[in-house]
Structure formats: C-alpha cells, structure tokens
C-alpha cells in the first residue's frame, strides 16, 4: 500500500518554543493533506486541511496561528505549533490522499510540551 | 456536520467472529472506512465502503446499508494480534475528510 511518513516521530520541547512536523507522501503525489490530533484514550480530531499550493482550510476552534500548514509541494506538507503549551501535547498525525480516494495515514509525531 | 456512534468495547475470545457496528449521521455522505489503531500507534487502513453491500478483505470484512445509516466491520478468526481499537469514519462529499467515531476497543482473549 501507499506510504506516508512523518518527521519527527517523538519530540519534547519547551513551552514558548515552536516545533514543525513533516508528513511526506512516498510513492503517490497527494494534492490534499489532512492532519489530525488525538488526545490519549480519544478518537482523531481534523485539525485542518491542506491543500497543495493554497491556503489550509481549518475546522472550527483550531487557531490558524497557532498552527501554520504549509504545503508546499505534491508529496509534502508541514505542520508548525507555535509557541506551544502543555495543552499543545498530543499525537499529531497527517494523512494523505491518493487518487482512489483512499487516506493514508504517516505514523504519528508525538509532542510533548513541557 | 457528522456523528457517528460505535460501541466503546467489545471482547471476544481467539479464532471467534465479532462485528462491531457504526451508525452515522451526516449532511453528505461519501463513504465509510475502517481503521485499526493499536496503543501508540497511528491508523491503518482497513476497508471502505462507497456502496451497499459487503467487502471482503481477508479474514476482514466491510458492510454498508446507506438508507439505514449504518455499517459494520467483521473479523473472523480472531487472533490475540486483533487486539485494538477500531474506528469507523465518514468520508463527507465536501472536502472529503474523515470524521472519526469514538472507537471500539477490541479485547481478544485466550
């Protein structure tokens, strides 16, 4: 099946800092991207998606500054948390969508906001 | 918007079949996934449905009835590996993301 990767797959920070998760598409061209965020014992959660060479669509409640998307290329999209908090901390993953419709999702980037 | 519900748990003993159902409310309805999700991992694609009927994918499959909102996921032949939380998604006719249930936690026991 259709590979998606993510970069990093764990990362710690401080609060205030700012972190960027990558999600590439390997072996499939994805014109739209979506990133997703789940808190422990809880379903995913759209954040936003991201279209390649537009402006991300964002849901309801997800601050658009807070969380830059950038997507810039067919197989490449970055999520950045900007001067994150402890309540920043999730698992934050991207899918990516090939032709037939179908998602396929990167492994996950775990933050910690400490 | 969309909803779905999908029960919280489900055990059930190795080289058994469960089902686990999903109900969905949704303004535009594209299709219906599944996805198995084990503890620290991400999603994996399991089956999708546009159309009613069933899918069959292994030991796994995939049923859809759209007049009745409503689907279900069926493993057969359980195994201890199945343990894991499954969750049903809704793919709308708009931007075409998913919208998740709240997942089923499949215990499978000895």
């Known amino acids: 099946g259709a590979v998606v990767s993510q970069h990093p797959s764990r990362v710690i920070c401080k609060s205030g800092t700012s972190v960027k998760i990558e999600c590439r598409s390997l072996?499939?061209?994805?014109?739209?991207m979506f990133w997703y965020r789940q808190f422990p014992k809880q379903s995913l959660m759209l954040m936003a998606t991201?279209?390649?060479?537009?402006?991300?669509?964002?849901e309801q409640g997800v601050e658009k500054d807070k969380f830059l998307i950038n997507h810039a290329s067919l197989t490449l999209s970055t999520l950045t948390v900007t001067s994150a908090h402890p309540e920043d901390s999730s698992f934050y993953i991207c899918?990516?969508?090939?032709?037939?419709?179908?998602?396929?999702f990167g492994p996950g980037t775990r933050l910690t906001v400490l | 918007g969309q909803s779905l519900e999908q029960p919280s748990e489900v055990t059930a003993v190795e080289g058994a079949i469960v089902q686990i159902n999903c109900t969905y409310q949704?303004?535009?309805?594209?299709?219906l996934s599944w996805y198995q999700q084990h503890d620290g991992g991400a999603p994996t694609f399991l089956s999708y449905?546009?159309?009613?009927g069933l899918e069959e994918t292994g030991r796994f499959s995939s049923f859809l009835s759209r007049s009745d909102s409503y689907g279900y996921l069926l493993l057969q032949e359980l195994q201890m590996k199945d343990s894991a939380s499954y969750f049903c998604?809704?793919?709308?006719?708009?931007?075409?993301?998913?919208?998740f249930g709240s997942g089923t936690r499949l215990q499978v026991q000895p």
């Open positions: 899918s990516a969508r090939d032709q037939a419709d179908t998602q396929y």
């Open positions: 072996d499939f061209q994805a014109t739209t």
């Open positions: 991201s279209n390649e060479g537009s402006k991300a669509t964002y």
């Open positions: 949704t303004s535009g309805f594209y299709g």
């Open positions: 449905n546009a159309l009613d």
């Open positions: 998604a809704v793919t709308d006719t708009g931007r075409r993301a998913l919208t």
